[in-house]
């Protein structure tokens, strides 16, 4: 089966992780900021005060601040169709609460777009991604207040405007279903629980967090109205973390436990973004969670406006549940789960799974009927510099081969699958653990975990690869 004509191929990123400049053009810190580099066994710490000292790989990334020209000159070689990428928030609104916009931020995205049109690069926007203005985190704890949906809008109409004829397609959140996590308090909502001090250690409140994610609902589905008014051929999308889930059995208890978190992990977000209302099984959930939310009275006429036009998720892997405590875990995965021995697994303990992508591009198609995009996917490795300089990665060129297979299947299922933006397209930092080292691009950046290195861009053997798979339309793999 053969993709659609106009198929978007492309990349993706995030700004926290891939832009730096983080105090030039009049930017304000933002939560990524103030978090230090971590690894795979020590984690991330938040500093609500600025170390002396203490490395913040948000701070530099890869500068796309200062290399954006060559950075979209590389994805144009290899033939991109869609560049997913996400404007900094404390850009455009150094404090998250100003009155008026940082037109020096304002005038950079105007750049980017400008050269992303010179080579007829399609731009995916992402409005929030895991960059709350550390300034709403100080005033209001982040998303936890309802104040915060009010200087959303006004970020969301002030970029609506300022971008109308640049961008056509938006998200509204990243991964916004990372708030029925811990781990999403701070990373996407801007919430720091009195005592935390690490990214992912156990203080945590999920009351809090999905109350904040109320608030996101109900911005998210106000911003799909305001951005229609503003301009009516605007696409505007949901974006999810999405965690394909499996039973470990056949065992009833597995099969129900697994479908309980498939519900839980990434229905609810789902269906309140395409539907426009909380699915039935959330109701019994909250009861049993202790969690009581407040709702305006307009609440539910706001989501039901709101629902979006699109649904965009990002898939790395498969989970298993098992309802027997006594089945081994599986090692790096943030998500749980436990280990599947059908599956190999990452560097970093990630087990891959591409059928699982078929799978969850039908369940998904099946339950909303929306064009759906896969706007991230891809392989955190360590790459070797050989030599003469060249990085030979079959590795990622073999894990995104297998995954484009199964999205072709899934086409020829019958799934309206519209886009596809593979993640970190350019090296970029890890937003769980600030390495480098864990790298996934196209393009090699040099950089290490210190952050020492001239940022100079080397093609990987998956750039020239993917550029075949472009210019064939994923005939050629």
Known sequence: ?????????????????????????????????????????????????????????????VDFYGHYKEDITLMAEMGFKMFRMSINWSRIYPSGYDQEPNEEGLK????????????????????????????????????????????????????????????????TFNEINCL????????????????????????????????????????SAKAVKLGHSINPDFQIGCMIAFMTTYPNT????????????????????????????????AKRFFEEQGIKLELHPEDEQTLKEGTVDFYSFSYYMSIVESADPAVEKVGGNLLGGVKNPY??????????????????????????????????NGLGAVDVVEEDGSINDDYRINYLRDHIVQMKEAVADGVDLIAYTMW????????????????YGFIHVNKDNDGNGDLSRTPKKSFYWYKDVIASNGEQL
């Open 1 to 61: 089966m053969k993709m659609r004509d106009g198929f978007f191929w492309g990349g993706a990123t995030a700004a926290n992780q891939f832009e730096g400049g983080w105090n030039q053009g009049g930017k304000g810190p933002s939560t990524s900021d103030m978090m230090t580099g971590g690894t795979h066994t020590t984690p991330r710490r938040i500093t609500p005060v600025l170390e002396e000292g203490t490395y913040y790989p948000s701070h530099e990334a």
């Open 108 to 171: 950079f995205y105007d750049d980017v777009f400008a050269e992303l049109k010179k080579h007829n690069i399609e731009p995916l926007v992402t409005i929030s991604h895991y960059e709350t203005p550390f300034g709403l985190t100080e005033k209001y704890n982040g998303w936890a207040s309802r104040d915060v949906i009010d200087h959303f809008l006004r970020y969301c109409d002030t970029i609506f405007n300022r971008y109308k004829n640049q961008v056509k397609y938006w998200l």
């Open 180 to 219: 029925t996590m811990p781990l999403g308090a701070y990373m996407a909502a801007g919430i720091l629980f009195e005592g935390k001090t690490e990214l992912t250690d156990g203080v945590d409140s999920p009351q809090t967090r999905f109350q904040a994610l109320h608030h996101q609902f109900v911005a």
């Open 250 to 281: 056949c065992n009833p208890n597995d099969i129900v436990l697994a479908q309980k978190k498939d519900q839980i992990s990434n229905m609810i977000c789902g269906d309140v973004q395409v539907r426009g209302a909380y699915p039935g099984f």
């Open 343 to 376: 599956l190999e697994a990452s560097d970093w303990g990630w087990q891959i799974d591409p059928q699982g992508l078929r799978y969850t591009l039908n369940h998904l198609y099946d339950r909303y009927q929306l064009p759906l995009m896969v706007v991230e």
């Open 424 to 439: 970190g397209c350019i090296d970029l930092v890890s937003a769980s653990t600030g390495e480098m080292k864990k790298r």
